[in-house]
C-alpha cells in the first residue's frame, strides 16, 4: 500500500528556536495533505490543510505565523514550528491524500508522526 | 458542520471475546464516508474499516464489522475474537463527499484486550 514518511520521529528543540518537520508521500502524488495535532490521551486536531502550490489553509485558532506549511511539491509537505515554546511540545501527524483518485478511506493514508519536545 | 461522539472512554474485552464500540455523528450531508481507525501505542493511524453512507449493507473485514445505521446516525465496530495486538485506541472519523476532504474525529474509545 501507499506510504507516507515523517521525518523526524522525535525531536527536541530549544525554546525560541525553529522546528522543520517533513512529510513524504513515497511512492504517490498528493495534491492535499493535511497536518494534525494530538496531545495525550486526545483525539487528533485539524490543524491546516496543505495544498501544492498554493497557501495552506488553516483551521480557526491556528496561528499562521508561528505554524509555517509549506507543500512545494506533490510528494513533500513541510511544517514549520517558529519560535518554539513548551506550550507546542505534541505529537504531529500528517496524512495525504492520493492525487486523481475518488476520495475514500483507501486513499488517504496516515504518517508515523512526529514527537516534538521543547525544553 | 459535522460533529462525530464516541461516548465510551475506555472498554476492556477478555482475549477471544467479542465486543462492541459505539460512534454517533451529526451531520446534514448526503454522501458521506465513515471510518474507524486504530491508533496502537505506536501512534501509527491504522484504517480498520469503512462505510460508504449510499450503501446499505454493513461492511465487513475479517473480524471487524460495523453496524451501520444511517436515520440514526450511528456506526459501531464490533471486534470479534478480541486479540491481544487489538489494544488500541480506536477513533471514529467522519468524511463528507465532494471536495471537502476534512476528517472529523470523535475523541476515541480506548480498548484493551486483557489475557
Known amino acids: 500500500g501507499a506510504v507516507v514518511s515523517q521525518h523526524p520521529s522525535r525531536v527536541i528543540c530549544k525554546s525560541g528556536t525553529s522546528v522543520k518537520i517533513e512529510c513524504r508521500s513515497l511512492?504517490?502524488?498528493?495534491?492535499?495533505m493535511f497536518w494534525y495535532r494530538q496531545f495525550p490521551k486526545q483525539s487528533l486536531m485539524l490543524m491546516a490543510t496543505?495544498?501544492?502550490?498554493?497557501?495552506?489553509?488553516?483551521e480557526q485558532g491556528v496561528e499562521k505565523d508561528k505554524f509555517l506549511i509549506n507543500h512545494a511539491s506533490l510528494t513533500l509537505s513541510t511544517l514549520t514550528v517558529t519560535s518554539a515554546h513548551p506550550e507546542d511540545s505534541s505529537f504531529y501527524i500528517c496524512?495525504?491524500?492520493?492525487?486523481?483518485?475518488?476520495?475514500?478511506?483507501?486513499?488517504?493514508?496516515f504518517g508515523e508522526g512526529s514527537w516534538l519536545t521543547v525544553v | 458542520a459535522q460533529t462525530v461522539t464516541q461516548s465510551q472512554p475506555e472498554m476492556s474485552v477478555q482475549e477471544a471475546e467479542t465486543v462492541t464500540l459505539s460512534c454517533t455523528y451529526d451531520?446534514?450531508?448526503?454522501?458521506?464516508?465513515l471510518f474507524w481507525y486504530k491508533q496502537p501505542p505506536s501512534r501509527q493511524m491504522i484504517l480498520v474499516i469503512r462505510?460508504?453512507?449510499?450503501?446499505?449493507q454493513n461492511a465487513t473485514e475479517n473480524r471487524f464489522s460495523v453496524n451501520f445505521q444511517k436515520a440514526a446516525k450511528s456506526f459501531s465496530l464490533k471486534i470479534s475474537d478480541s486479540q491481544l495486538g487489538d489494544t488500541a485506541m480506536y477513533f471514529c472519523?467522519?468524511?463528507?463527499?465532494?471536495?471537502?476532504?476534512?476528517?472529523?474525529f470523535g475523541k476515541g474509545t480506548l480498548l484493551t484486550v486483557n489475557p
Open positions: 496524512s495525504a491524500r492520493v492525487a486523481g483518485k475518488p476520495l475514500s478511506g483507501n486513499t488517504i493514508y
Open positions: 511512492d504517490f502524488q498528493a495534491t492535499t
Open positions: 496543505s495544498n501544492e502550490g498554493s497557501k495552506a489553509t488553516y
Open positions: 451531520t446534514s450531508e448526503s454522501n458521506y464516508y
Open positions: 462505510q460508504e453512507a449510499y450503501k446499505q
Open positions: 472519523a467522519f468524511l463528507p463527499g465532494g471536495s471537502n476532504y476534512k476528517l472529523t
